[in-house]
């Protein structure tokens, strides 16, 4: 029912020129996919224009394309904020963007308002926001990752209507299982996926909104483990951090995504 989506955050990482060789590299290869798999890249803002003109202008076979994400950007529409990227400057460069990363919370001070206004603002500019939630190892420990999870949850998707909330993609990402080789069990995934997010969802939008939008998983997601979470009912993609900066790594994610349909 829920269409899978695995999306490649690549952080900061690669120059336009490489970005443009890695997405060519990646067309042939996902391209038997793509119908079946919401398959996204999101590469440094600067890669954008250079990423969406390579992936415009290919025949990639089945009528789909690979999406083209941003990783950040400003709730503003334009004005005296150095340094920022608006969602209106990502207009035809992006189509998604992804918003709150927990690197984005700890190094960068972004809260749960800001998270809130910069959804409202990619919504306005028809971006679909892959909104990432997600709770510390001290929070996990102190067994508090379900009270947290669902209170980012609430303050995410505040003042957003129902139909709007139908376009996010929300990503559970413990922030502990993030580039440390640490997964979470598939059964625990699954749990905050489910029983803490959609449910959470459910309450704010009723079943039927919580039921069609998307959650993924995302901390550690590889080729070797994709099958088993995305086999769990609430995980419905991922989002991939180390494993996308490898052309046979990502693809075997999509393809065993896939085959699981
Ligand atoms: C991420 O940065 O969103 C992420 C999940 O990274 P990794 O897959 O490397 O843990």
Excluded at 151 to 177: H, L
Excluded at 183 to 199: M, P, S, Y
Aim: charged share 20%; glycine share 10%; net charge negative.
């Amino acid at each position: 029912m829920r269409k899978p989506i695995l999306a490649g955050n690549w952080k900061m990482n690669r120059a336009p020129a490489e970005a443009v060789e890695f997405v060519r590299a990646l067309q042939p290869k996902l391209a038997p996919y793509l119908a079946q798999v919401e398959t996204v890249v999101c590469p440094p803002f600067v890669c954008l224009p250079a990423v969406a003109d390579a992936l415009a202008g290919e025949k990639i076979g089945v009528g789909a394309r690979i999406g083209v994400g941003a990783q950040n950007m400003h709730w503003a529409e334009n004005g005296a904020y150095t340094g920022e990227v608006s969602a209106a400057m990502l207009k035809g460069l992006a189509g998604y963007v992804i918003i709150g990363h927990s690197e984005r919370r700890q190094y960068f001070g972004e809260t749960d308002e800001g998270v809130n206004k910069k959804i409202v603002a990619a919504l306005a500019h028809g971006l679909i926001p892959i909104v990432c939630v997600g709770e510390d190892l001290a929070q996990n420990e102190a067994g508090v990752t379900e009270m947290f999870v669902s209170g980012q949850v609430r303050a995410a998707f505040a003042g957003i209507s129902a139909d709007q909330a139908r376009a996010v993609v929300v990503a559970y990402e413990p922030i502990w299982a993030i580039g440390t080789g640490r997964t979470a069990t598939k059964e625990v995934a699954n749990h905050v996926c489910g029983a803490v997010v959609r449910a959470t969802l459910a309450e704010l939008y009723g079943e039927a909104v919580a039921q069609a939008i998307r959650i993924q998983y995302g901390g550690s997601a590889n080729e070797k483990n994709i099958g088993e979470l995305m086999a769990m009912p609430d995980i419905d993609g991922a989002l991939i951090g180390g494993a996308s900066l490898k052309v046979e790594a990502f693809v075997e994610m999509v393809r065993v995504t896939a085959a699981q349909l």
